[in-house]
């Protein structure tokens, strides 16, 4: 950030109160920031010599002074007042409050300098640096002001413009495969919902403080009751201000009320300072997946249980299995044979490693092995290969579902009535060979030892612990690049 998006404004303490009532809904400035400015911040002049408070910006304009006089009249200022302010210059500063608060302590001139024994009051305006000693703190005061009152709220039709530039701008520098079907997922959710087996809904939302957008999130529904966020985007104004840790507690605070069992997202490993405000936020990392969205740097995982799965109520009986059976090793096509019991076997045995199936989540399989085998290549259509395991010519006994991701990646799910190494590796080594991406990633649950064994001969690598992702369970992160 090359300019700060706080700035410091020296005020008469008249005007001041009346920007705290929201009677002053506009300030005039002769000279200002082309960057516009996020948040401004209010030094009374004497006898209060003190920052009081100050206000979100709702848009800032150089106008020539005629329009600017007529601009300012439309927040209640008056010509005349306005005229004698602007007299002798060309053009003219509107700068239009959104949201006002106030501290709960004035700021004092001699506390500012004991932070900075430099500091000067501006005649016009000052940047506030947010890394230094003085702009922390008048941060932190003004984090105190707005503390609870950050919500989420589905977007309006004429922000979805500006979300799509945000991704962008924001997203696509720090991700592969940025395009519009990306967006499209998020923008026109049923396209891609067809197709996906464990996301139930995409939800966008905007981040609002009073009638200030602070920028959007995207809240990915899980059917095991977890919700992924992202991609969430602060407006360019907004950004290095220390509102991220706020704008992740309110996400938060609205799944909770919402009743969804944990929260979770990724980030890029290239972007400290978002890594640093999920940790304070009360986020936890779970697994470093590596090169995971991106072939030059890995992707965080971090996670918080927002309440604690029940115990699971499904008991899962075991199966031994008999070496002497041959194994038939089969791609189900979408007109195999074998898909007819693929339903029923998922059915009764993705709880064992996932979260209970239903046939609608096994259509939703079906679905992108159709995309697949049409050659339907864009990522909402989650085009998939199955592979599958038999017991003679008919008994299915385990499967793996592979998904193609972005950046020429494929996520995999195990689903096997046996926790066995030979025939899990067996299954594994021929898929893989059957499939050649750039890189592969499986959760598995830590209490299936020879399965992930059999991953770990296959050369993935432990990438982390998942809390409780799906059931009551912990899941081992795995990953192997090509």
């Not at 439309?74 to 959104?98: D, K, L, N, P, Q």
């Not at 940790?279 to 918080?304: C, F, I, K, P, Q």
């Not at 046939?359 to 290969?385: C, V, W, Y």
């Not at 890189?439 to 296959?458: E, G, H, N, S, W």
Request: hydrophobic residues 40%; contains cysteine; charged residues 25%.
């Amino acid at each position: 950030m090359s300019e700060s998006h706080a700035v410091l404004l020296s005020i008469r303490s008249e005007h001041a109160r009346a920007i705290y009532a929201g009677e002053k809904r506009a300030e005039l400035r002769k000279s200002f920031t082309a960057s516009g400015g996020g948040i401004v911040f209010l030094y009374e002049t004497a006898p209060i010599a003190a920052v009081t408070g100050g206000f979100f910006v709702d848009e800032v304009i150089r106008l020539p002074v005629a329009e600017a006089i007529n601009r300012a009249s439309e927040f209640g200022i008056e010509r005349t007042r306005a005229e004698r302010y602007y007299e002798r210059s060309s053009h003219g500063w509107v700068i239009s409050v959104a949201r006002p608060f106030t501290f709960q302590q004035p700021f004092s001139l001699e506390k500012m300098r004991e932070r900075n024994h430099r500091f000067m009051v501006p005649q016009g305006f000052a940047y506030v640096t947010p890394g230094d000693s003085l702009g922390s703190e008048l941060i932190q005061r003004m984090r105190a002001s707005i503390k609870g009152e950050i919500v989420i709220k589905r977007i309006r039709k004429k922000n979805i413009s500006e979300f799509r530039e945000l991704v962008f701008e924001s997203v696509a520098t720090a991700y592969e495969d940025i395009d519009d079907d990306f967006v499209n997922e998020v923008v026109f959710p049923d396209r891609s919902i067809k197709a996906a087996f464990s996301t139930e809904k995409k939800l966008l939302y905007e981040l609002n403080l009073g009638k200030v957008t602070l920028g959007y999130t995207v809240l990915s529904v899980k059917k095991f009751g977890a919700v992924k966020t992202g991609p969430t985007l602060l407006r360019d104004s907004y950004r290095g201000l220390g509102i991220g840790v706020d704008v992740r507690m309110a996400i938060l605070k609205s799944c909770k009320a919402l009743g969804y069992r944990k929260l979770y997202c990724t980030c890029p490993s290239n972007r400290p300072h978002v890594i640093l405000y999920l940790l304070r936020a009360g986020m936890r990392l779970e697994a470093v997946l590596s090169h995971h969205l991106h072939r030059d740097r890995d992707e965080y995982v971090l996670g918080t249980l927002l309440r604690s799965a029940p115990a699971a109520s499904i008991s899962v009986s075991k199966v031994t299995s008999n070496r002497g059976t041959v194994r038939n090793l089969v791609e189900v096509g979408q007109s195999h044979k074998m898909w007819k019991s693929v339903s029923p076997f998922l059915q009764k045995w993705s709880s064992a490693w996932y979260y209970s199936f239903n046939s609608t989540d096994a259509e939703s399989l079906m679905q992108g092995i159709i995309n697949h085998a049409g050659g339907i290549r864009s990522f909402s259509a989650k085009p998939r290969r199955i592979f599958g395991m038999q017991e003679g010519a008919r008994r299915l006994v385990c499967l793996l579902v592979l998904t193609e991701k972005r950046s020429g990646m494929a996520k995999l799910n195990l689903f096997s009535s046996f926790d066995s190494f030979d025939e899990i590796l067996s299954l594994l080594k021929w898929a893989l060979s059957r499939a050649q991406y750039r890189r592969y990633y499986v959760t598995l649950p830590v209490d299936k030892c020879k399965a992930i064994l059999a991953f770990l001969q296959m050369g993935f690598r432990v990438e982390g612990r998942l809390e409780q992702p799906f059931e009551n369970v912990d899941h081992v992160a795995l990953g192997k690049n090509a």
